[in-house]
């Protein structure tokens, strides 16, 4: 059994990107993996400062108190970790990459700066439909873990669903149920 961490950073609660993330946890929950998800739309949490004084107290890592002393212990305890967002040019959703940064709190515990090691899925919702449109934000996706030192599981952009139910019917995000049912 592995501990699923989903960060969603959709603000759609019922959007195109809960969809995969809906589709993922079935199948993850199918082999009696633990998931839990955290709407960071929903949530109060603040952007990095970049003040390097995180780490300090490991059950409160970064020094601003929000709403990510939520999610700080389930990161901690994850074996895998889900990026999920819709495509906002070429990029994560801001909601998701403020809480990406403010992660770096638990790198700092470490003497060393090692951040803790998780394996990692990405779903992605977008509204363009070629792999241009993928490219930039699966490099990013890419570069992201090689910093982290985390292994990718693999990552799915499914294309063309912009308005709210697109997704319904999509071939494509049938694989989001594949990827949690992979996780054993």
Known sequence: MKKILILNGSPRLNGNTSALIEE?????????????????????????????????????????????????????????????????????SAQLKMVIDRLFAVTEIDPNYKTPYKECFMLMAAEGNDENNSKPVIEYYKYLLN?????????????????????KGNEESAKAFEMGKSVL
Not at 74 to 82: N, R, S, T
Not at 147 to 167: A, E, M, P, R
């Open 147 to 167: 910093y982290l030192g985390w292994k990718d599981l693999g990552h799915l952009i499914v294309g063309g669903v912009l308005n709210i139910g697109d997704i």
């Open 24 to 92: 993922f946890t079935k199948g993850a929950k199918l082999n009696g993996n633990e998931v839990i998800k955290f709407d960071l739309d929903r949530m109060n949490i603040h952007c990095c400062k970049g003040c390097l004084r995180g780490g300090k107290n490991p059950e409160s890592p970064c020094s601003q108190k929000d709403d990510m002393d939520k999610i700080y212990p389930y990161y901690k305890e994850a074996d895998i970790v889900v990026l999920a967002s819709p495509m906002y040019y070429w990029a994560f």
